[in-house]
């Protein structure tokens, strides 16, 4: 199946495309969005100054009708959800978004219902457009590097006018294999001091609930879940946080899930591995003492 990807060149994005490509292709064709040298080999590469999907103009759709595309992957980021839409309208393609698992008859899996549901599609020949979930795919290993042919872009429409990176402290959350999460049962920010002291001992990284981000305690980077980051570590500490479907959508990966939390009957116990009934205020000092103990 003619496959196209879209993307930017991050080489962690683009390897989870171009595992899902090679369910359908050898050589996947791409459109790399914005700078950044194209890791990987690919049947025709091609760039577009721009990543705004608003700020492509036709010149994108009209490459996919030319050349025939029958599958168009992009992942789930701003940036592919920007232009995910749009493009298929103007294709006049079915859409599927945040697509969790993908077979080669192009049988199609995603969520619903904040995460409690898994609905299965079947789509029809294409040209078909899908954004693929984040985390949800191994990224392939992209060797080499490919030269890309300028494709142009339309009339700016958006401008972007600053990017500004969150403050970081310590090893990135999707990389830790031990994150310590706090939630709204924490009380206060100030209490996200002991996670941070935990995680450290552990060489870990905090993230955090939507309830403590909403509260302020933690920046929406930190958020873990459904709309925030999706993580696979080997240990992952749930303190204070109950456990709602969206926020377990973040760690369905996760290996070893260790429960803190005051209320036996908390719906993150029946995902947990390992729970203590129990106030974090005693439990987590307790964990900090008996790892320092054995350091
Ligand atoms: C469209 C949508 C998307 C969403 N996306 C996300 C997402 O990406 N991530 C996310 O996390 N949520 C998300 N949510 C919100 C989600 O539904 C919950 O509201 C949220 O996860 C609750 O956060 P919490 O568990 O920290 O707070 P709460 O539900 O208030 O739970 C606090 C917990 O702390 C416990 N507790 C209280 N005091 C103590 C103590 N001293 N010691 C130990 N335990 C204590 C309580 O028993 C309770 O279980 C989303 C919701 C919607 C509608």
Known sequence: MKTLIVETANPKILGELVTVSRLFCQTPDVVVLGDGELWGSYGKACRVADTLGANLGTGLADLIRTEGYELILLSSTAIGSGLAGPLAVSLGAPI????????????????????????RYKVGSGPVVLTIKRKYFEAADLAGATPTVELPAGAQRIALLEEIEEERQG???EDAEVVVTGGRGLGTGDSFAVLKDMAGLLKGAVGASRGAVDEGWMPPGAQIGQTGKIVAPTVYFAVGVSGASQHLAGISNAKCVVAINKDNEANIFKRARFGIVGDYKNAVPALINALKESA
Do not use: F, Q
Not at 97 to 112: G, H, K, M, P, W
């Open 171 to 173: 090893i990135p959350l």
């Open 96 to 119: 599927l978004t945040e697509v969790t698992a993908i077979t080669a008859d192009l049988t199609i899996e995603r969520s619903l219902y904040g995460s409690k549901a898994v609905a």
